[in-house]
């Protein structure tokens, strides 16, 4: 989840809101479920979904049907069986735009919803952790965490957003899973910015 991308992007970010949006969204089958279909832009049946939400088909289904309720998915053509719905991302990502002067249901929503969020990011980093002894040595070697203190404007951080965000984007999933080079793995790059004073 993002609150600021290109301008081009952002035709294809959808862009949430409402509180009721923002608590369906706060459950962690359908982060996994809607991160997948965002970040792969392929098309999936429940049965498909099911391993990615580590549910059951018919749980999955459940969960497709609440993120199509909530415009965050929507149904793709089907496959010419009939037998089964086909579901795609309804956007590349979903936006998040924070209410500055909302109301307090809207900021506990939000606030819901950051939580779920963080803590899917703090499994993945604690999982590497975990798993990292036992990982290819160019892997470990590669892979980093990086905490940097900058002081900026906010002017400055704008054109830094922009750019990491120029920089990562040839590399998202979704451009490369038709052919992607080999030994490459899906990879998590977590990027935050904000004042800490």
């Not at 081009?8 to 997948?36: F, G, K, N, S």
């Not at 498909?48 to 149904?75: D, N």
């Not at 830094?160 to 920089?167: K, R």
Request: charged letters at 30%; hydrophobic letters at 40%.
């Amino acid at each position: 989840m993002t609150t600021d991308r290109p301008a081009a992007d952002r035709q294809q970010w959808v862009t949430i809101t409402d509180p009721q949006v923002m608590r369906a969204l706060a459950h962690p089958a359908r982060q996994a479920i809607l991160e997948h279909l965002t970040s792969t832009g392929t098309d999936v049946t429940a049965t498909e979904c099911a391993e990615v939400s580590g549910l059951s088909p018919s749980a999955t289904s459940y969960h497709l049907r609440e993120l199509a309720r909530f415009g965050l998915i929507k149904e793709a053509p089907g496959r010419g069986d009939g037998r089964e719905r086909v579901w795609r991302a309804a956007g590349t990502g979903i936006r998040m735009a924070p209410g500055r002067d909302a109301e307090p249901e809207q900021r506990a929503a939000e606030r819901a919803l950051i939580d779920v969020l963080l803590a899917r990011e703090h499994d993945r980093v604690a999982s590497w952790f975990d798993r990292e002894p036992s990982e290819p040595r160019e892997w470990r070697d590669a892979s980093t965490a990086l905490d940097v203190i900058l002081l900026l404007t906010a002017a400055e951080l704008a054109t830094l957003n922009e750019a990491v965000y120029e920089l990562l984007e040839p590399y998202k999933r979704r451009h490369r899973v038709a052919d992607p080079p080999p030994g490459s793995r899906v990879v998590s790059v977590q990027y935050r910015a904000m004042p800490i004073d």
